[in-house]
């Protein structure tokens, strides 16, 4: 997977933007549903992504794949880095990204859900 497709993937689900929210990391490529975030990269050099995660199923996937690890910067109880390096199918990161998506989605107020049609 490149950072177009991963971005284009991000892009096409509902309520989702994209920003540099953070002055610190310039290169940090943030995306979010209804203003919380689900998936970071770094734009230079797309060697891995983010991603938040079921807290039971981490360990599983970090003994699965080698390529999943501790994400800089994140709670390891919620996150997982998964490092881009051609190990992990794409359609298995595309399945990763919409449990991040929907992780965050189900923890979004009723409110929120129906400003943005979630």
Same mark, same amino acid.
């Given at each position: 997977m490149n950072i177009e497709i991963f971005r284009d993937y991000c892009l096409s689900k509902n309520a989702v933007t994209e920003s540099f929210p953070f002055s610190k990391l310039p290169e940090a490529l943030v995306f979010k549903v209804a203003d919380k975030m689900f998936t970071v990269t770094y734009i230079s050099a797309f060697d891995s992504i983010a991603l @938040?995660? !079921?807290?039971?199923?981490? !360990? /599983?996937? @970090? *003994?699965?794949? %080698?390529a999943v690890g501790k994400p800089p910067y994140f709670d390891e109880k919620?996150?997982?880095? $998964?490092? +881009?390096?051609? %190990? $992990?199918? !794409? @359609? =298995?990161? +595309? /399945?990763?990204? !919409?449990? %991040?998506?929907?992780? $965050? $989605? *189900? #923890?979004?107020? =009723? %409110? *929120? #859900? *129906? =400003?943005?049609?979630l």
């Amino acid at each position: 997977m490149n950072i177009e497709i991963f971005r284009d993937y991000c892009l096409s689900k509902n309520a989702v933007t994209e920003s540099f929210p953070f002055s610190k990391l310039p290169e940090a490529l943030v995306f979010k549903v209804a203003d919380k975030m689900f998936t970071v990269t770094y734009i230079s050099a797309f060697d891995s992504i983010a991603l @938040k995660c !079921d807290s039971e199923l981490i !360990d /599983e996937l @970090k *003994a699965q794949y %080698s390529a999943v690890g501790k994400p800089p910067y994140f709670d390891e109880k919620h996150w997982i880095s $998964v490092s +881009m390096d051609g %190990s $992990v199918p !794409d @359609k =298995k990161i +595309m /399945e990763w990204i !919409d449990n %991040s998506y929907n992780l $965050v $989605v *189900a #923890k979004l107020p =009723k %409110s *929120a #859900k *129906a =400003k943005f049609n979630l």
